[in-house]
């Protein structure tokens, strides 16, 4: 299993931008699929974005498509969210997930591993 410590959230204007880090403790983070999920107030966990270990493979969700962008530096543990255009209804706890292995997921109960989470708030 991997440690996971997500950054970078605070407080944006709509239309503002912000970008996310999380980094990963543990050897070879290449070796896993990581997800950037989020969960407002009263809803459920849902899915944003996922890579694939070498980033070959990458997924989003519909409603952050062509606003969000994930990538991953496997040099340095760590997975980013570039999320621009950003809309009140972006506001949530921005988690991380990281699954072992080549099956690249949108499911969250498949992730092993989960930061504690960032607050990500678009204020109108």
């Known amino acids: 299993q991997v440690q996971l410590a997500e950054s970078g959230g605070g407080l944006v204007q709509a239309g503002g931008s912000l970008r996310l880090s999380c980094e990963a403790s543990?050897?070879?983070?290449?070796?896993?699929?990581m997800g950037w999920f989020r969960q407002a107030p009263g809803k459920e966990r849902e899915f944003v974005a996922a890579?694939?270990?070498?980033?070959?493979?990458?997924y989003y969700a519909d409603s952050v498509k062509g606003r969000f962008t994930i990538s991953r530096d496997n040099a340095k543990n760590t997975v980013f969210l570039q999320m621009n255009s950003l809309k009140p209804e972006d506001t949530a706890v921005y988690y991380c997930g990281a699954r072992l292995g080549a099956l690249l997921t949108t499911t969250p109960r498949l992730f092993g591993s989960w930061g504690q989470g960032t607050q990500v708030t678009v204020s109108s």
């Open positions: 890579v694939s270990g070498s980033a070959a493979r990458i």
């Open positions: 543990g050897r070879t983070f290449s070796s896993y699929s």
